[in-house]
Nanobody
Framework: QVQLVESGGGLVQAGGPLRLSCAAS????????MGWYRQTPGNQRELIAA???????NYADSVKGRFTISRDNANNTVYLQTNSLKPEDTSVYSC?????????????WGQGTQGTVSS
């Protein structure tokens, strides 16, 4: 099994930053893609940022220019730097990792971390 643990959520004023971290642990061969999702008001998961093992990134339009995803492959950790936060960014943020382990392909989720932006 591959476990993901997020940290860094909290309460911040509008315009401020939060830095989220997600560390992967367990036994695996590789992590190919890592991403950050957040829950929509309709309780769906929305992909907001993703990064490949080679460092290619993509972002949802709603966060482009404000959020930056990065990863530390040596420590199996992905980060999300969020800037210029708006109250509508308030959500539960979850990380996701896809890769390969002894039983084949894995697709793991973290437990989520709450980010709240006050106006």
């Amino acid at each position: 099994q591959v476990q993901l643990v997020e940290s860094g959520g909290g309460l911040v004023q509008a315009g401020g930053p939060l830095r989220l971290s997600c560390a992967a642990s367990g036994t695996f061969f590789s992590i190919e893609h890592m991403g950050w999702y957040r829950q929509t008001p309709g309780n769906q998961r929305e992909l907001i940022a993703a990064i490949s093992s080679g460092g290619s990134t993509n972002y949802a339009d709603s966060v482009k220019g404000r959020f930056t995803i990065s990863r530390d492959n040596a420590n199996n950790t992905v980060y999300l730097q969020t800037n210029s936060l708006k109250p509508e960014d308030t959500s539960v943020y979850s990380c996701n990792a896809k890769g390969y382990y002894a039983r084949g392909r894995f697709n793991s989720w973290g437990q989520g971390t709450q980010g709240t932006v006050s106006s």
